[in-house]
């Protein structure tokens, strides 16, 4: 009687292992990541709830660096600006009869011109170089001319290369600081 008892509770205790294996565990397993996905979806409506309660700020804080940055660009000098100052050399050049050959702005000027905030009191400057040629006459004009421009800041150099034959041009290399703005008004 004894050993019929054992085996029954012996096989008792295998059909509950079984059955803990067999249907428990699934159902314990899907309930927990169903659990788990439960808890992941509250997390995330309070993550939400939390971005839409800081959207107006948001918003508001874009639009003013959008405008920020408009104020920006619209006071850095601009590629406009420089092909502005070119024309108005060439304009010069062709008026008081010299070839120009070759106009030289640093680029690592320009490049640092664009790298730093411009100061609303402050001016900023660039530094250019011009190689001429023509008559000694037509450049001491066109530099004339140029010295009394609105962008003109005051000279850096000035070297004359000139050729035993008196007929030839003579090349001139002129530099000077300019005072970096709008030209349109002024061309």
Same mark, same amino acid.
Request: aromatic share 12%; net charge positive; charged share 20%.
């Given at each position: $009687?004894?050993?019929?008892? &054992?085996?029954?509770?012996?096989? +008792?205790? &295998?059909?509950?292992? !079984?059955?803990?294996?067999?249907?428990? $565990?699934?159902?314990?397993?899907?309930?927990?990541? /169903?659990?788990?996905? /439960?808890?992941?979806?509250?997390?995330?409506? !309070?993550?939400?709830?939390?971005?839409?309660?800081?959207?107006?700020?948001?918003? *508001?804080?874009? %639009?003013?660096?959008?405008? #920020?940055?408009?104020?920006?660009?619209?006071?850095?000098?601009?590629?406009?600006? /420089?092909?502005?100052?070119? @024309? *108005?050399?060439?304009?010069?050049?062709?008026?008081?009869?010299?070839?120009?050959? @070759?106009?030289?702005?640093?680029? @690592?000027?320009?490049?640092?011109?664009?790298?730093?905030?411009?100061?609303?009191? +402050?001016? $900023?400057?660039?530094?250019?170089?011009?190689?001429?040629?023509?008559?000694?006459?037509?450049?001491? #004009?066109?530099?004339?001319? /140029? @010295?009394?421009?609105?962008?003109? #800041? +005051?000279?850096?150099?000035? %070297?004359?290369? +000139?050729?035993?034959? #008196?007929? &030839?041009? !003579?090349?001139?290399?002129? =530099?000077? *600081?300019?005072?970096? =703005?709008?030209?349109?008004? *002024?061309?």
């Amino acid at each position: $009687m004894k050993s019929r008892l &054992a085996i029954y509770i012996v096989v +008792g205790l &295998a059909v509950i292992a !079984v059955w803990i294996f067999a249907a428990l $565990m699934p159902h314990y397993r899907a309930y927990s990541s /169903i659990d788990s996905q /439960i808890f992941e979806a509250q997390r995330k409506l !309070v993550d939400f709830r939390q971005t839409i309660l800081l959207l107006p700020e948001y918003v *508001k804080t874009r %639009n003013e660096l959008a405008q #920020r940055k408009a104020a920006l660009n619209s006071s850095l000098y601009t590629k406009e600006n /420089i092909l502005s100052l070119f @024309e *108005k050399f060439y304009l010069l050049a062709d008026k008081y009869r010299v070839t120009i050959e @070759e106009i030289t702005p640093p680029i @690592e000027e320009l490049l640092q011109i664009n790298r730093i905030l411009p100061d609303s009191t +402050g001016l $900023m400057f660039l530094n250019i170089s011009l190689r001429v040629q023509g008559n000694y006459q037509d450049f001491g #004009r066109f530099v004339s001319a /140029i @010295e009394a421009e609105p962008f003109y #800041r +005051g000279p850096n150099n000035c %070297n004359i290369i +000139g050729t035993l034959d #008196r007929h &030839a041009d !003579v090349q001139y290399f002129l =530099g000077f *600081k300019s005072l970096l =703005g709008s030209l349109k008004d *002024k061309v």
